[in-house]
């Protein structure tokens, strides 16, 4: 079982922290579906130490989340340090995490996210820094290495398990990569094998068979889901019930998945409001609408949305035109 710290999780499905996705209301759905452990967004660190308004309202987390784990950024030691000394004591997340994998420019040139993987030197001082710091497992996302030529997966890994890191996520990508090409398994088998501390495997997980092919193959403690889960938790139910028992499950019905969705909105708009989360919705709605014949006009159609009632309707009218279909095709 994944254990990190002293903080233990019911399995080994882990859901990914994705920037501009991972606030509570999606998180506690997954965490529903079943997810181990659930990654908040990467919150930066000059954001909470200056106490800003939208920042702050992202350290929210629901009890029902937990055990979760908070990711924070940024690229000097004595700001990063602050904002996780604040993490570590004015939140209820169970563990710190610190960004090394973020591949956006607006990041790597203030020198945080996958910046930090040109040099297991800055690693090791940053990170040991925080562990010093705070009393809640410190852990690390990151990438494989920058580009082809600077893969340093190994030593990286290394130097966060010495300076005090109690975890490390790998997603087998370079930066460069960014989300384009196959993610490299076999690094991730390379660092599992050179590091006594967890190693949670992120890249390429489209399937319940990846999760556990992936399990086998590189011998990690962790499987790390993030975009197939995109308005479809079942994703994670499904992994963890395979990963269980071997059984794969059916796929959800539109009304389901449907339901879930408005539950999903309804959440985003308890946590923000209802202008703010209908706009926001409208990815996800996307997300959900995978796979439903006659999505393509009803995405078209979520973008001119802009109130909750209209959504629901929209979602609803989407229900009946499959159920209605199944009732003539049976």
Known sequence: MLKIGDIEMKNQVVLAPMAGVCNSAFRL???EFGAGLVCAEMVSDKGINFRNEKTMNMLYIDEREKPLSLQIFGGEKESLVEAAQFVD????????????GCPVPKITKCDAGAKWLLDPNKIYEMVSAVVDAVEKPVTVKMRMGWDEDHIYAVRNAQAVER????AVSLHGRTRVQMYEGKANWDIIREVKQSINIPLIGNGDVQSPQDAKRMLEETGVDGVMIGRAALGNPWMIYSTVQYLETGKLLGEPSVREKIDVCILHLDRLIALKNENIAVREMRKHAAWYLKGIRGNGKARNAINECNSREEL?????GLVAEAEEKELTVG
């Open 29 to 31: 759905t997954v965490k």
């Open 89 to 100: 004591k004015n939140t209820n997340a169970d563990i710190i995490d610190i960004n090394m």
């Open 163 to 166: 300076a005090g890191g109690k």
């Open 312 to 316: 629901v309707t929209l979602l609803n």
